[in-house]
Nanobody, 116 residues
Framework: QVQLVESGGGLVQAGGSLRLSCAAS????????MGWYRQAPGKLRELVAR???????NYADSVKGRFTISRDNAKNTVYLQMTSLKPEDTAVYYC??????????WGQGTQVTVSS
């Protein structure tokens, strides 16, 4: 069972930046994809950014140009660099791993709060 541990959340003013990290217990190079999702109060969990094993990237329209997903295979870690943060980015951010054969793993989540 793959375990994911997120870190880097916190409170930031609008316009600020944060970098989230997700450390995996397995070799992420063998995973089909890894991604970041978020869930705001009263809303459904939504995809923020996703990186496939081949390197292709997907972003939610709301974060394009502001957020960047990347990975360090040697450290088995995926990052989400968030810039120009807005109050509407406030949510719990979850790391996700598509480990193969339809299996997925989730982290425990990290809170990001953007004040106006």
């Amino acid at each position: 069972q793959v375990q994911l541990v997120e870190s880097g959340g916190g409170l930031v003013q609008a316009g600020g930046s944060l970098r989230l990290s997700c450390a995996a217990s397995g070799r992420i190079v063998s995973f089909n994809a890894m991604g970041w999702y978020r869930q705001a109060p009263g809303k459904l969990r939504e995809l923020v950014a996703r990186i496939r094993s081949g390197g292709s990237l997907n972003y939610a329209d709301s974060v394009k140009g502001r957020f960047t997903i990347s990975r360090d295979n040697a450290k088995n870690t995926v990052y989400l660099q968030m810039t120009s943060l807005k109050p509407e980015d406030t949510a719990v951010y979850y790391c996700n791993a598509e480990t193969g054969w339809g299996a997925t793993a989730w982290g425990q989540g990290t809170q990001v709060t953007v004040s106006s």
